[in-house]
Nanobody, 119 residues
């Protein structure tokens, strides 16, 4: 099972990016899927997550109203639409998958994609 994250980059504050995470080797329909981020010198933090089987979606308070997590089951792909980006959103973003819900100990992780927001 592999997760391949992409879509990061350098953007000015107020700009937008869309991260993608393509899964291969397994269909993740019904799984818990999410995005963590880790800024330099800080712990990895869950930014957004979703689970169709649990009928649950989660957003970190600081990204509510700006970020949207979504899935394309046909393409086995997870997305994170990020709008109104702020310098404090700068981090490496990791996609993650687990059988029910995601956590720091989930078994499936993408390689990370760098998001840098300039002020």
């Amino acid at each position: 099972v592999q997760l391949q994250a992409s879509g990061g980059g350098l953007v000015q504050a107020g700009g937008s990016l869309r991260l993608s995470c393509a899964a291969s080797g397994r269909t993740f329909t019904g799984y818990g899927l999410g995005w963590f981020r880790q800024a330099p010198g800080k712990e990895r933090v869950l930014v957004a997550a979703t689970s169709r089987s649990l009928r649950r979606t989660y957003y970190l308070d600081s990204v509510k109203g700006r970020f949207t997590i979504s899935t394309n089951d046909a393409q086995n792909t997870l997305y994170l639409e990020m709008n109104s980006l702020k310098p404090e959103d700068t981090a490496v973003y990791y996609c993650v998958a687990d059988a029910m819900w995601v956590s720091a100990t989930s078994p499936y992780w993408g390689q990370g994609t760098q998001v840098t927001v300039s002020s």
